[in-house]
């Protein structure tokens, strides 16, 4: 008997572009989205988890990694990063509808298994991820290669 295995927003993608191609324009490796998500927990400055609901009936929790962003990390070794990453993530709560819905757009895999990167947007079409920029909380991220963030001695 097979068991069964639940999917991952990159398969409920697949499905649904063979599916309803009118409905999601893509290539082949994400989805164009609007895709619906409730908020489940904003993890750091630039990664939220949500409850995205790809077709009716259907949802998927997921990590989102907001695409064009880069923010300090929570983890880092740093005490005045951690700082910085605990200010991002503050400063996305309050952007972001708290247990609301954002759309995510340009929907694909990320380099981490069981993550998304995605455009995030609000019912009024804003982008928090502007935002972020604007506010000095976050760095524009192309998905390349990140600077190396320093800490003078002592940190």
Known sequence: MERFRPLTL????????????????????????????????????????????????????????????????????????????????????????????VFLTNVSGDKYFGRVVADVLLEDGSNPAQEMIAAGLALPYDGGRKAMAGCHAGG
Do not use: K, N, Y
């Open 10 to 101: 990159a398969a409920i993608c697949q499905f649904a572009l063979c599916a309803m191609p009118e409905a999601f324009a893509s290539d082949r490796h994400g989805i164009a989205g609007p895709v619906a998500a409730d908020i489940l927990r904003i993890v750091d400055g630039d990664t939220i988890l949500v409850q995205a609901r790809p077709w009716p009936q259907q949802t998927v929790e997921v990590l989102v990694r907001i695409r064009g962003i880069d923010a300090p990390e929570i983890r880092a070794r740093c005490a005045p990063i951690r700082a910085a990453a605990g200010a991002a993530r503050a400063h996305l709560a309050q952007l972001l509808p708290a247990s609301g819905t």
